[in-house]
Structure formats: structure tokens, C-alpha cells
């Protein structure tokens, strides 16, 4: 803590304020605490009152006897959420969740809240969703973002160590990389402009500057999709490589996911046990991930009854189908060229196919990363362009890229909301981002 | 290195395939490099070949005797940002750039480049934006961005470690927070949605859950501004607190300010040595910072001639002005009411202020933060939320932050690229983001 100290607050012979997170550090201490009262029940000599405060939750014990019966009336019938100042004893106590109570000496009400709309009683997601910005308070949207902001962290950290350079890419975009039909757009000072689906080309552009970097920021697409893997709104991860190949970037997938799953195994074991995450799949986790072609997922897809035409990309049941053949993250290679993008580059080995690669997670939760080998032919790129109907004007700086100094590169997207969905357990992506946007939600 | 090593891709017998970054490790040995030709100079017998492969640039020395007579046409006569690969002794030499030179035995052309556009004489910074792509190759760009992305990761190690939750806020979002004049707008799913000026509003309710969170992403404003403060897409990093006054915003403020400045100071050396910025300028930034009154800064402007109406915010050259008067940032706070935004906390003291503050950086840099103390009292803001317009059913879910548990909370929010630009010491903005956006840029 380099800023002031929550011990500082204290006047002069007050206990010292701290908070829950803390509370180890002040056994058989006297502390004050201020929070939120997240849940409370008494008799008429005992209260308990479950004081949440933001880096925890600890259970105060208020006794008539001890605070006075003015402030244990105001303890009793304090409304769930109001804010709480209290005082008290801290102390151990292993079956307490956290370790630790407060036998308090004092209990205030900071502000009184009115009737809080979220009760123990269940309610439908579109209630919660509506209340997004009060169900935050609650343990399991806790659990979850907290996931994910150990997540964010700890990518950007593997990146750094790895030697990648940083590179922000732009959200407004002049032109569309895969079509027109799930862009958004905007008046942009008379011409129009529409939200980035994915910063790749830029990254291709920054790798032959850089040689390693990624973006991480919001992208977009405007997809009328009511799956529990879409939002119309979420993060993308995009690292590129110059002078890499499909193996590169195969291999840094693999050791970007194991280090993070780590990092979260680490530092978020509350939060998983909470989401009641079965720790040993994620424990399981580490290179190498099982590598199978296009084709040989063909194959185990017909053996399981699952028809896929040749050419197609999978659909979300093929992908659970096949994930749930491995019990480690699988990566999926070599694809026939109409399942991928203009950009990447042909099989030197037959051109029917080209060098990507997908990462299917296991446990049912799908692709959650695809990448590959660009082309670094010119000629070649310039052929695709004019095929999938692009303008080449507005993709002549990236065309640019290989009248330059072409050279093999690769890289890949990895969507942080599916990937925290794996990491947690939850069934839909829509949990896994503060405030989600789906195609009938804009609100809060 | 987690993946494979640039030294494991030697063939059996091969010299090991590395990077100009690791050099210092290769002393006396004989290595491969891959990378870009960054400039070069010959005669007849001898070539000086600048070789730049993204994690820096070296000396590369061919002497006709030792590459041969068609490797040494070759090199002389290839293209500025050809691709190419080198074999050659590495040898330690304290007047070369970086300290290294290699002797080559060796000299291949991966891929030709065309004439590169950019080339030693001068050009206009149009011509270079519109090459932007192909100018992250240069020095400068690289030296800026390099530290912009420093700056990224030390603001999210810094609020991490003060355990803070990273929240990412919403892009899309259904109301405006400050007017709709420099919104930017979408069609969404028929209805309209607005690209975000700031995540603050959010971070209030995150604050209220977590006690401590951050966003860290880009916003949005379609401002007709030409100066050279403003971009329509920057990143904007804003932490919120609960139980929190504007004291404890302006400390994290300048706690935060100063640790990432010092975290550049030591991992950019040679980037801002590139850059010719003034180390002692950041050197000296330390807490605490001198802090004014809005007042004082109004007596400290007429006193040099700069009459401002009480009550105005500050123009450009105001800020260069007051903070002039500093050799450390200043912060200036308590602001006439009409000046800051409808959610400012009112001043106790005197409620024609309120509890907001910006923070000046010094060099004529001008507003780097802003932010301060929020209201916590819910007919105020809604009495606010009135006077300026707004419509209450957009902001419902604002007010019930004030209705479920109201406790004091501040926060600020601080532009990346104005940061990134004052550490760098660049003259526009536009320089500190990859690809920036302006009113009248938008490609590439």
C-alpha cells in the first residue's frame, strides 16, 4: 500500500480501521470496519450480521449485553446492503468463513438501504441482468470477475515476460476484414467508420516493427446470435509474430493458457471453490495439448455419429463432441481454406488446406482460441482479396505489409470472456464480463 | 522464453538462430540473425549493413573477402526493409549502437522490399500517418510505443498490487454521461447505443461491490477539436474507490503517477535517451505534489495576464501557464460547481464548489487526470441529474447506487496518450497511439 492506510484513519485512541481481507493481521485486535451489511439474522439478546466490505465477508456477533440496546436495535433492523461502520474484537475461528469473527463493541448505519431487490429467493437471469450493477455485490458475480481480472493481469504479464510488445489496436476501422454483415457502424464526421471485429492485421502490421506484440481491447460484432457463447461486445487477445510458423504460434497458445490457468489456480482458490470449479480439471492442464488435423476430427466426429461435411467449420455441438474426447484443451489444424480467412497461408503440402489452427476447450466449452500462419505471398494475398469480394483499396496498407519485407508470421485470438467461462465453470459467457451486451441487452 | 527458443531452431551443426536483444550473451560466437535491412553504406570491399529484427538494431560488417563476391552484391545492393538473414561472429564493441557488431560470414535476402516509402529526407507527419503501418518501423515510433506499452502494464501492476479489481467497463452504453454533442452513435438492433466517454459511472458501482476497482480502455469522443490534446479514440484508465474522499483520490493520483514514472525511467532508458527527453524533469516527480485551489490557480493566471472568468474551466494555455509555475505536477482542486460534471460531491465548506480536482503535468503538457469526490447524497443527484437535463430513467441505475448503501467514494480518470506523450515529451498526442484517430484520419 503506497497510499494512505486504512489503519491510518483512526483518530487518536480509535482502533484503527481496516478491512476484511486484513483481518489476519489483527487478532485479539479492537477494529473498526466499514462495508455493506450483506445478511443478517438475531434473537432478541444475539445478532449476527455478515459484514461485506469488498475484500471479504466476515460475521459480526452483536450482543444486546455488549453494544446497548440502542444500537442493537438499530443492528437488528438495519436493511440488507445498508452501510455499516462497526467495532470490535477480531477473533480466530476456523469454522467461520474466512477464519475470523468480530465480536463487536459498536455498530452504526453509514447510510440505510432501501429494500434491496435482490433477496435469497431465486430470480430469472433478465431480473439479475437488469440489476447487473446492485448483483455485482453478490458471491458468485464476485468470484467470477475477480476471476477475470487475475486473468487480464496475468496474460499481459506472460506477454511481457515472452518479449511482446504491447500494441493497442484501433476500435474505429475504415474497412471490414470478414465482411460487411456483423459490423457495427458509425457516422464518423461524414463518412463512415465501424467498430473493430479484431485487430490482427494491425498486429501483422506491428509485428514486422515489433517482431513480437498483441492487442488486448473490445471488439465487436453485431450478431444476431442467442447462444450462451455470444455477446455482441467482449475482449480479444491478439498476439502476432514475425518470423514464427503455425508450430510457434501452437506452441505459445499452450503455454500462455497453462501459466494462466496456474496464476488463477493461485491466486483465486476462494473464488474457484466457491463456483465450486472442479479444481483437478484445471489442475490437469499443461503442454502438450493434444494436436489433431481437420480431417482426423472429421473422423472422430462420423465414429460419434456426427456428420460433417467436408469444408464446413464445426458447429458449437461438433465442438463439444470433440473436446470431450481429451481431457486437456485440443488443438484443431489444418482446415480445409473455405472454413478460414482470405489471410491465411496455404498448405505447401496441399493447397486444398491452410496452416490455421483452432483451441477447443474442454468440458463443452468450445473454441475459445484460432489462429495460424499468415501468407506472406503477395501475389497470393492480392488473389484472395479479389476473391472474397474485398476492396483492395481499402486493404492496400496490408497488402503493403508484404511488399516489404515479407516474412513468415503467425499468431492467434483468444476471446477472454470464453476463456473465463472455461477457467469458472459457468455455462454462459454473459457472466464472465462486468456488464454484458447481447442482443436484447444495453442496459445498465 | 516458456516456448521454442530462437537458439533451437540451429539445425544440427547450424549457429543458433537468435535476436539483436540477447547479443550480450553470444560474445565471440558465431550466430544467425532474422530481421529487416534498417540502412546500409559500401564500397567496393566493405559493407555496413544495419540490421533491425524488432528487439533492436546492429552493425552488421561485410567484408567482400569473408561473405564472397555474389553474398556481397547482394547485400549492397538490397533494398532498404528487405528481409533478411545474417551469419556472423558477434563482437563486443562499446562504440557501436547497442554494443555489439557481428562480422558476417553470410548474407541472405528472405524477401526483397520495394522502394520504402519512407526514406531519410524529411516528411510531412500526413505523408507518415497515412504510412503509419510501415512508420512503426522507424525509431522514434518504436521508442514511443515502447514506452506506452510499459506504461500500460505498470498502471495495471500498480493497481493491482493495490488491491484493486480490474472492471472492465462497457463500450456500448444507452445514455450519454455528459451531453450528446461529441457522441459517437450506433445502430443497435434498432435501437440506438452510444460509444462510452468514460467507464466512471460504472466504476461507482463497481466500487460499491469490490471496494476498489479500475477500467482501462478506450473512449470515445467525436469532438471537432484539432488540437493537438485530442484524438476521437484514446484509452482512458479510471480507478473508483468506496469509503474514499477526494484525499484519498489525489494520493493515489500522485502515488500512481509517480510509480509508473519511475517504472519507465528503468525499463526505457534507451527509448527516452532515442527521444532526447530530459530525465531530471521525470526524476524530480515525486509525492507529494503541490496542490492549489481553483482560486489560487485563477490569482496565479492574473498575476501573469491570464484573465479567466471565474467559474470557466481552464483553457490550453492556461494550463501550460499554472503549470509553468511547478516543476512537479499540480493538482488544482475545489471548482466552482458549474464548472464540473453533474455528479461532483458539493463542498461542504462552500457549495458553490465542488469536490473535484485535475492534475496539470508539467512542460505545458497541461490535464493529465481529473476526477475527485462524488456525491453520495441521492436528492442532490437527482436535483443534478434534472438541472442538467439528463433523463432520470437513463440514470435509474446510477441513483440506486445511492439508494442501496450510499457511502462516500472518488476516483479519477486519466487520459493514456496525454501521459504516454508528456513522459515522452512529444509535441501531439496522435504520436502515442498505434493508429490514431482524428477528425480527419481514420486509415490506415
Request: net charge negative; proline share 5%.
Amino acid at each position: 500500500m503506497l497510499h494512505r492506510k486504512d489503519s491510518d484513519l483512526g483518530g487518536a485512541g480509535e482502533p484503527p480501521v481496516v478491512t476484511v481481507g486484513s483481518l489476519d493481521r489483527y487478532d485479539g485486535k479492537v477494529v473498526r470496519l466499514r462495508g455493506w451489511l450483506y445478511q443478517g439474522r438475531s434473537s432478541g439478546k444475539i445478532a449476527f450480521l455478515m459484514l461485506r466490505d469488498g475484500t471479504g465477508i466476515v460475521q459480526c456477533v452483536a450482543g444486546r449485553a455488549d453494544v446497548g440496546d440502542e444500537m442493537f436495535d438499530t443492528a437488528r433492523h438495519a436493511t440488507r446492503e445498508s452501510a455499516i461502520e462497526v467495532t470490535g474484537a477480531v477473533k480466530k475461528d476456523d469454522r467461520a468463513p474466512g477464519g475470523f469473527e468480530l465480536l463487536l463493541s459498536a455498530f452504526d448505519v453509514v447510510s440505510a438501504a432501501a429494500e434491496f431487490p435482490i433477496g435469497k429467493k431465486s430470480h430469472g437471469t433478465s431480473f439479475l441482468m437488469d440489476h447487473r450493477h446492485l448483483w455485482l455485490r453478490s458471491k458468485r458475480p464476485h468470484a467470477i470477475l475477480r476471476i477475470r481480472s487475475t486473468v487480464s493481469l496475468a496474460i499481459r504479464s506472460f506477454f511481457d515476460r515472452e518479449g511482446f510488445t504491447l500494441l493497442d489496436a484501433p476500435i474505429f476501422t475504415p474497412a471490414a476484414c470478414e465482411g460487411t454483415s456483423t459490423l457495427f457502424e458509425t457516422d464518423y464526421f461524414d463518412t463512415k467508420a465501424y467498430l473493430t471485429q479484431s485487430g490482427q492485421l494491425y498486429m501483422e502490421a506491428g509485428a514486422m516493427a515489433f517482431r513480437k506484440v498483441y492487442c488486448f481491447g473490445p471488439t465487436f460484432r453485431a450478431e444476431k446470435s442467442k447462444t450462451r457463447r455470444h455477446l455482441t461486445e467482449f475482449w480479444m487477445l491478439e498476439p502476432e509474430m514475425a518470423y514464427a510458423d503455425l508450430d510457434d504460434a501452437v506452441e505459445l497458445a499452450e503455454h500462455m493458457v497453462t501459466d494462466v490457468t496456474r496464476v488463477v489456480l493461485d491466486r483465486n482458490a476462494a473464488d474457484l471453490e466457491l463456483l465450486e470449479r472442479d479444481r483437478s480439471k484445471l489442475e490437469a492442464i499443461a503442454p502438450p495439448f493434444p494436436r489433431i488435423t481437420y480431417d482426423e476430427a472429421l473422423a472422430i466426429l462420423a465414429e460419434k455419429g456426427m456428420a460433417v461435411k467436408w469444408g464446413d467449420d464445426f458447429g458449437g455441438d461438433d465442438e463439444t463432441v470433440l473436446a470431450e474426447s481429451f481431457d486437456k484443451p485440443v488443438f484443431v489444424w489444418k482446415w480445409p481454406k473455405e472454413a478460414k480467412a482470405f489471410y491465411m497461408k496455404s498448405d505447401p503440402d496441399d493447397d486444398r488446406y491452410v496452416l490455421g489452427v483452432d483451441l477447443l476447450a474442454p468440458e463443452g466449452y468450445g473454441e475459445i482460441i484460432g489462429g495460424g500462419e499468415r501468407t506472406d505471398d503477395l501475389a497470393y494475398l492480392e488473389k484472395q482479396i479479389d476473391a472474397h469480394g474485398l476492396e483492395p483499396e481499402s486493404f492496400a496498407w496490408y497488402t503493403d505489409l508484404r511488399r516489404y519485407g515479407s516474412v513468415p508470421h503467425s499468431g492467434f485470438g483468444m476471446g477472454l470472456e470464453r476463456f473465463v467461462g472455461w477457467l469458472c465453470g459457468t455455462h454462459h459467457v454473459r457472466e464472465t464480463i462486468p456488464f454484458p451486451r447481447t442482443i436484447n441487452r444495453l442496459y445498465p
